[in-house]
């Protein structure tokens, strides 16, 4: 992935709002907002822009893949977010429950220097489940609200922790055209996970010359993102999309965010997709 400094960064962001698109891939969890998840098939390819490493102040872009599959006629579907796998085993019209796979980017060859001498954290896999509600208009499929609890623990013995998203959005058509959805959640992690990202052990200070510190488990970061998706025809749609992430407790009291990084994390993206 290519680097791009901040002001860039802030013109990417401004761009992607202005053309009304959507799409995000956050490197640091490898989500994204899926701009078409109100579509029962659509595979499609973003740009994203996203900090370098969790809790940075530096940004970087990448391009990453998405798409929805809906088996026939029940509710169940399969998901790809970027580097995340979901798959909705229940044929309900409202509750949902599978498992849940994710690639998570390390923190490596870091713009800033000072993180950048403290020992590198590996890429992992993780894996787990979620459970959720989705209520959908049958009139107008556009119309649907949906929350989940995202469960993901390591499974690659890197960072040997969990974390737990909760997340809750909805989508309205305002226009045959246009479609305006809105997001917001927040998500908890354990101590394991807390102190491999955010703690400084004693080499790790004596590298960088940061203050030692202990990252306890809680509540890591609140996020909200407004969200927008334009119809083209009916097979094809642009969508973009933005993300506003606080770090909060330890996440923000870490040297590695409080001194080096910042506890405002910006997230924009666009893409393109096409449903059948």
């Given at each position: ?76 579907y399969l998901i790809v977010k ?195």
């Open positions: 992935m290519k680097k791009i400094p901040f002001k860039a960064a802030g013109l990417v962001l401004a761009i992607c709002m202005m053309a009304v698109l959507l799409l995000s891939v956050p490197k640091a969890k490898a989500e994204m907002n899926l701009a078409f998840d109100n579509m029962p098939r659509v595979v499609g390819l973003g740009l994203g822009v996203v900090p370098d490493y969790e809790g940075s102040d530096d940004y970087t872009f990448g391009i990453a893949p998405f798409a929805r599959f809906q088996f026939g006629d029940t509710e169940r970027a580097y995340e796998l979901q798959i909705n085993l229940i044929d309900h019209p409202w509750f949902r429950l599978g498992p849940s796979l994710n690639y998570r980017f390390g923190r490596d060859d870091v713009d800033d220097k000072v993180v950048d001498d403290m020992k590198d954290i590996d890429d992992t896999v993780e894996a787990g489940g979620f459970i959720g509600v989705e209520f959908i208009d049958q009139a107008n499929p556009r119309k649907r609200c949906m929350a989940s609890v995202d469960f993901l623990a390591d499974v690659g013995d890197e960072h040997d922790g969990y974390s737990i998203y909760f997340t809750a959005k909805g989508w309205y058509p305002v226009s045959q055209m246009f479609d305006i959805g809105l997001g917001a959640g927040f998500s908890y992690a354990s101590e394991n996970y807390m102190e491999t990202y955010f703690g400084v052990n004693r080499r790790d200070s004596a590298r960088s010359g940061l203050p030692m510190f202990e990252a306890d488990s809680g509540i890591k970061d609140v996020r909200i993102y407004p969200m927008a998706i334009m119809h083209l025809s009916p097979n094809w749609h642009v969508g973009a999309g933005v993300q506003y992430r606080l770090m909060v407790g330890d996440a923000d009291d870490s040297p590695v965010v409080d001194d080096r990084g910042s506890s405002s994390q910006w997230i924009a993206g666009i893409g393109v997709g096409y449903s059948w």
